[in-house]
């Protein structure tokens, strides 16, 4: 049961456009959200995470958008450059965790960024 | 500051066999969770230990175990192996009480044939 969903397996962007990630979930209970970037051979990189109390947060060229009624955040990368290209994953945790465990983490969606 | 260790890197192993993982964390980090990431099923928790105890458990049969020792670097073993095992297996430290941000090691490609 994949609570965790990202439904686009992968995203081509040209460089300098936005890329748009995006992540839905389907546990209500859920209340913090992060991103995080995957290059091959390596361990998945932190990037960018929001609180439900929050809907938007901002690092740089990275935003996260979460819309709670419907259950949905994204990852916006503006502009796009060839070294975000990478594999992303959205991650959920909820009030039961303590420190990083039980995170329940999408499918991941695949970047290509064109130069 | 050196971040999270896992060996080995790679390892092919035998069905019905059985294999131990390591991890060590970020130091000073007392928290450690284990995942497995399979094509098409993303990450899936593991478990977590913190201070020589496990914390927490995900959806996994008996046969995936683990622990962590007093400086907070922490073993997986999986027995009777299967092909099914076949994985990346990610090990994840984090600090006590932080937001549960990650922080992820290289990993351990386990191949089972």
């Known amino acids: 049961d994949q609570q965790v969903k990202q439904n686009s397996p992968s995203l081509s962007v040209q460089e300098g456009r936005i890329s748009i990630l995006n992540c839905d979930y389907t546990n209500s209970m859920f209340d913090y959200f992060l991103w995080y970037k995957k290059y091959p051979a390596e361990g998945p990189t932190f990037l960018i995470s929001i609180s439900s109390i929050k809907d938007k947060n901002e690092d740089g060229r990275f935003t996260v958008f979460l819309n709670k009624s419907a259950k949905h955040l994204s990852l916006h990368i503006v502009p796009s450059q060839p070294g975000d290209s990478a594999v992303y994953f959205c991650a959920a945790s909820g009030p039961w965790a303590t420190g990083a465990n039980n995170l329940f983490f999408g499918t991941g969606t695949r970047l290509t960024v064109i130069p | ?113």
């Open chain 2, 1 to 113: 500051k050196a971040g999270v260790t896992q060996t080995p890197r790679y390892l092919i192993k035998t069905r019905g066999q059985q294999v131990t993982l390591s991890c060590s964390p970020i130091s000073g980090h007392r928290s450690v969770s284990w995942y497995q990431q399979t094509p098409g099923q993303g990450l899936q928790f593991l478990f977590e230990y913190f201070s020589e105890t496990q914390r927490n458990k995900g959806n996994f049969p008996g046969r995936f175990s683990g622990r962590q020792f007093s400086n907070s670097r922490s073993e997986m073993n999986v027995s009777t192996l299967e092909l099914g095992d076949s994985a990346l297996y990610l090990c994840a430290s984090s600090f006590q009480g932080a937001a549960p941000e990650a922080f992820f090691g290289q990993g351990t490609r386990l191949t089972v044939v």
